[in-house]
């Protein structure tokens, strides 16, 4: 008896999405994939040796000839030369009779009128002969060092036929389940809409403070880190992570002068942190809870302030604050669906405000194994605890790739400069010894690698005044570090030094996480956060500023072009209410000490009144998160204050969450509405 083979309407149905489904799917997977394989192949490199050719040269102007070597390469290679966002990329070397010429990477003025050096910018070599002749004619032989890779445009092909298959593959998927999706934002508006007073008493005491700071507070500054994103944005990727230049380039898009800038920056960023301390307090859902919660966690963003000025704090800290707000739903709901996506997205976005953020991912999987301890009654299953962790992963990798995508898009440099930040780490160290004792300890230091150049490279590091950009300088200009990119130098370097077992590197790292943990201010420099941000704005604005021309021009109009400004910050630094609001947020050790102390007990207390183990297990994973950042601003850069801002918020949120616990200790009609595992059947979704 044969099988009828006949479609129903009901089945066509069922069939044609489906068939949708799978073919989004695979249109999003074949675009992943190109994506990839445009990333891996910018990886590839290869050396390459050329003969200058006399007839390929070409005169430019005063001493300097020119060669097109793209030309010299078979397809799909090319030099990897300099570019604007990427100066030191070139490895060219240049030699003449055999003999290298230098330096590289010269400004073309010095070529054209002196004949001093060479520059591998785009696809040309622009030199000098060795004593200004005409090197088609001299008689002498020129050839080149160099390395190649694949050709961008091809790069790019890949990469952006990869996006827009993904992105039709997404959108397809999207389209085929888009009633399911409809039913949850609809359930979702209902929700928020039940919930709307409890919003509005979230978002009350952050909405009063980024109120006043609008209408009262002059803009912050950060020298120099405040001017770049007036100057530059996009360039800066990746020594800074994307999320910020792309939001700055955004904003200078639409409007062109400085005031308007300066201006969007601020409410942006300040509607951002009200959102995100909304989103955070509401997790709870008694009012007077919520209230509590969101003043302490507005209270360890320093009020706002850092949303009142060109900060990466300005995201970076509200990316956070919805991290562990979704944290706090973690607690509240399990790991659900929604739970999972919130953590995975609000990390991923965090995170491409800055990279030290990634840390933070390991606080769902610590939460959920302390939950497995403490807890009898809510302890998760293995499978959760492993798909926390799986989560957490996806993320670290997706932020990588999201970077590399960046940087590939711009051509941009891919070497970290990790090594830039070592350079005050490494002279810390050298100058703490006997100055009879710097040379042996520096060659005990460079015999723990075997490249030469690194070897080199480690003195002039050591020495070189100005530790940001005069070691960077130096390096450049010594002929026999010629060729090497000097950031990727730098990098090697310090990580020769930082992971030596030398008692001079154990006490500099000692050194450092206590500054981390402990502040790195005093009762005359930074005695707490406020205090800070008005005098590095003051000392932005009469010693930091008047050092480029650049600045005066992009700060015109905004009040920081006049160096009379700052005695306003510094008497606004020397008010009372600076103080009180500094005793909050101290940066000096022995007051930092205190506080840290005085939250542990609060946390401890909290946790043995209310004998709750999802809350032991909360408080104990906020204050390893931040040890955690601690170290991760130990291992990769110095720590300033304002990056103390992350262990901040982790600390004022967990002496929240121990306030709240103590005081609804005995509230019958508040206890079930607590975060303490599965909700109660009276409590309103």
Request: with cysteine; glycine share 8%.
């Amino acid at each position: 008896m044969e099988r009828s083979t006949s479609l129903t309407p009901a089945s066509l149905s069922v069939r044609g999405p489906a068939r949708a489904r799978r073919w989004s799917l695979a249109l999003l997977a074949t675009g992943l994939l190109l994506v990839l394989l445009a990333l891996t192949l910018r990886t590839l490199e290869r050396p390459v040796e050329l003969t200058l050719a006399p007839d390929a040269i070409v005169p430019v102007a005063g001493h300097a000839f020119q060669i097109d070597l793209k030309r010299t390469l078979p397809w799909p290679w090319q030099p990897l030369s300099d570019h604007l966002g990427n100066p030191y990329r070139s490895a060219l070397l240049l030699f003449e009779d055999g003999v290298q010429l230098g330096p590289p990477h010269a400004e073309f003025d010095a070529v054209q009128q002196i004949g001093h050096g060479y520059l591998h910018w785009g696809r040309l070599l622009i030199f000098a002969s060795s004593d200004g002749s005409d090197p088609r004619a001299n008689g002498r032989s020129y050839h080149a060092r160099l390395s190649a890779g694949v050709a961008h445009a091809l790069l790019l092909r890949l990469a952006n036929g990869g996006t827009v298959l993904a992105v039709i593959g997404l959108a397809g998927w999207l389209w085929s389940a888009r009633a399911k999706l409809a039913h949850a934002g609809w359930s979702g508006g209902r929700r928020l809409w039940r919930r709307l007073p409890d919003y509005g008493v979230a978002a009350l005491i952050p909405s009063l403070l980024s109120g006043l700071a609008l209408l009262l507070a002059p803009p912050l500054w950060n020298g120099s880190d405040s001017t770049i994103w007036l100057l530059w944005q996009l360039e800066w990727i990746p020594h800074h992570p994307p999320l910020y230049p792309f939001f700055m380039a955004l904003v200078q898009s639409v409007f062109d002068q400085a005031p308007q800038i300066l201006r969007t920056t601020q409410w942006v960023q300040h509607l951002l942190s009200i959102l995100a301390i909304t989103y955070l307090a509401s997790a709870y859902r008694v009012r007077w809870q919520i209230l509590l919660v969101a003043a302490l966690a507005a209270l360890g963003t320093s009020f706002n302030l850092f949303a009142h000025g060109f900060f990466t704090e300005g995201l970076a800290n509200p990316l956070t604050l919805f991290f562990l707000g979704a944290l706090l739903r973690l607690r509240r709901d399990g790991l659900t669906l929604g739970v999972a996506t919130a953590l995975g997205l609000t990390l991923l976005a965090a995170s491409l405000s800055r990279h030290a953020l990634l840390v933070l991912g390991a606080l769902p999987v610590a939460y959920l194994i302390l939950l497995a301890l403490f807890s009898s009654n809510q302890r998760p299953r293995l499978f959760t605890i492993l798909q926390a962790g799986a989560l957490v992963v996806s993320v670290v990798a997706a932020n990588g790739l999201i970077t590399r995508y960046v940087v590939l898009q711009l051509d941009a440099q891919q070497t970290s400069i990790l090594g830039r930040a070592g350079v005050y780490r490494l002279q810390e160290a050298y100058q703490q010894l006997p100055p009879g004792e710097r040379d042996a300890w520096l060659a005990t230091i460079a015999a723990r690698t075997t490249d030469p150049a690194v070897r080199h490279a480690l003195p002039v590091m050591a020495i070189t005044e100005n530790p940001w950009t005069g070691p960077h300088e130096a390096i450049r200009a010594t002929p026999e570090l010629y060729g090497h990119h000097p950031d990727a130098l730098m990098n090697a370097a310090f990580k020769t030094f930082a992971f030596a077992p030398d008692p001079q590197t154990a006490a500099q790292w000692g050194r450092e996480l206590q500054r981390a943990l402990l502040g790195v201010g005093s009762p005359t420099y930074c005695p707490g956060q406020i205090n800070c941000l008005l005098t590095a704005t003051a000392n932005s604005i009469d010693q930091v500023f008047p050092l480029d021309p650049r600045n005066h021009s992009v700060l015109l109009g905004t009040g920081a072009e006049f160096s009379q400004a700052a005695e306003l910050y510094r008497a606004l630094a020397d008010t009372l209410w600076v103080r009180v609001l500094d005793d909050f947020l101290p940066l000096a050790p022995p007051q930092r000490l205190f506080l840290l102390v005085t939250s542990l007990i609060l946390g401890l207390l909290a946790i043995a009144l209310s004998r709750d183990g999802a809350l032991a297990a909360m408080i104990l994973t906020l204050w390893f998160g931040a040890l955690l950042y601690a170290l991760a601003l130990t291992f990769i850069t110095v720590v300033l204050p304002r990056y103390l801002s992350p262990i901040d918020i982790l600390l004022w949120l967990g002496n929240g969450l121990s306030l709240v616990a103590i005081l609804a200790r005995g509230d019958a009609t508040a206890r079930p509405s607590l975060i303490d595992g599965p909700r109660a059947p009276s409590v309103p979704t």
